[in-house]
């Protein structure tokens, strides 16, 4: 297995290690060990094939360095990350989109809560980028009955 090393892929790696030991994201996905849970997380992109719910991260499409005075770099750091449950078809809206929403919101409470702990991301605020979503009624046939957000990490550091 190759180890995370410097400036791609150690954010990346903190942010899953985080994640993985998150005891929200743990119980929202049925996984109860850091172990387990780290099954549901993906880098870059979704398998086709993948239990519900997961996460995805990936960077933020604006993350880029540029050299400033004396020839050090400064880096924009950001990371995103793609949250995804399944609903069935006959699950009430509303109860759905609040489940998902107060999941969502109890990971991020632990990852914010876990900020400063060593091995893991040094997050220094997040936002939401796209979502709360269900996809449009009449695309969810092929696109499959889901909520997903997109929140965007900012970090400091490598």
């Given at each position: 297995m190759t180890s995370p090393l410097g400036m791609m892929s150690l954010p990346i790696s903190y942010l899953r290690e985080m994640l993985a030991n998150s005891s929200a994201f743990q119980t929202w996905t049925g996984q109860g060990t850091p172990t387990l849970a780290k099954a549901r997380i993906h880098v870059a992109r979704t398998p086709e094939s993948s239990d519900k719910p997961l996460a995805v991260i990936g960077f933020a499409s604006d993350w880029s360095r540029r050299q400033e005075e004396q020839g050090l770099f400064f880096q924009e750091n950001g990371l995103e990350?793609?949250?995804?449950?399944?609903?069935?078809?006959?699950?009430?809206?509303?109860?759905?989109?609040?489940?998902?929403?107060?999941?969502?919101g109890a990971v991020m409470t632990d990852l914010e809560e876990s900020v400063g702990t060593a091995g893991y991301l040094n997050m220094?605020?997040?936002?939401?980028?796209?979502?709360?979503?269900?996809?449009?009624?009449?695309?969810?046939?092929?696109?499959?009955?889901?909520?997903?957000v997109i929140l965007r990490i900012n970090y400091d550091g490598n």
């Open positions: 990350l793609l949250l995804q449950a399944s609903v069935t078809s006959s699950d009430d809206e509303i109860d759905s989109a609040f489940e998902f929403m107060n999941n969502v220094i605020d997040w936002s939401i980028e796209e979502g709360p979503y269900r996809p449009d009624i009449n695309e969810e046939q092929t696109a499959g009955y889901t909520y997903t």
